[in-house]
């Protein structure tokens, strides 16, 4: 079971901004642990979009931007795009588990 | 160019040995700093880490998963095997293997996955 807990939908109008959650623990992203993020087409494999809780590769808009605070981490995608509607997943590191977890993932729809 | 492509049977019966093939291009897995980790993803649920194999042989695995899970390479043929002990319903699912890329954060190397196969989808049903 995903121990990173995202809310299981967020929706909004083009042009518009939208916030992913993602919540941890003090064993995964309050211990430190940097927090990854992946988009996932209908279909698809995921894509990273977010590495290391603020950075963004290449190839990537920079209408995307990555955070984090404390046992949570979020992800901003600002002037919101019909090609932004997928699944996004956070990934970390928990020490309790010896190892990489992900969230339980966010459905983006544009309106 | 980097690319990963998994193999294996479409569908395992229950109590059987599912063996997944991870075939490795535009890389060396006995390269310094190389680590490919495999993923899965039952339909229409989250992603699930299940093991990680390094250029040097060290092995990690999904504690939960970890009495049924054996990952192994051949550097001859650049390829990374998977098999997954007494398969179930449960264990249905795409699985992924990716190529994990390392940095040093603060005291700890952490990774994130990147590029990923195109992912092959297992069913386990009698």
Not at chain 1, 67 to 90: F, M, P, R, V
Not at chain 2, 10 to 23: E, G, H, R, W, Y
Request: aromatic content about 10%; charged content about 15%; overall charge positive.
């Amino acid at each position: 079971q995903s121990i990173l807990t995202q809310s299981p939908s967020v929706s909004g109008a083009p042009g518009q901004r939208v916030t992913l959650s993602c919540t941890g623990s003090s064993s995964n992203i309050g211990a430190g642990y940097d927090v990854h993020w992946y988009k996932q087409l209908p279909g698809t494999a995921p894509k990273f979009v977010i590495y290391g809780n603020t950075n963004r590769p290449s190839g990537v808009p920079d209408r995307f931007s990555g955070s984090k605070s404390g046992t949570s981490a979020s992800l901003a995608i600002s002037g919101l795009q019909a090609e932004d509607e997928a699944d996004y997943y956070c990934q970390s590191y928990d020490s309790s588990l010896s190892g990489y977890v992900f969230g339980t993932g966010t459905k983006v729809s544009v309106l | 160019q980097v690319t990963l492509k998994e193999s294996g049977p479409a569908l395992v019966k229950p109590t059987q040995t599912l063996t997944l093939t991870c075939t490795c291009s535009g890389f060396s897995l006995s390269s310094g700093g190389v680590r490919v980790t495999w993923i899965r993803q039952p339909p229409g649920k989250a992603l699930e880490w299940l093991a990680r194999i390094d250029w040097d042989g060290d092995k990690f695995y999904n504690t939960a998963l970890k009495t049924r899970l054996t990952i192994s390479k051949d550097t001859s043929k650049n390829r990374v095997v998977l098999t997954m002990t007494n398969v179930g319903p449960v264990d249905t699912a795409t699985y992924y293997c990716a190529r994990a890329i390392s940095y040093k954060s603060g005291w700890f190397w952490d990774n994130w996955f990147d590029p990923w196969g195109q992912g092959t989808l297992v069913t386990v049903s009698s």
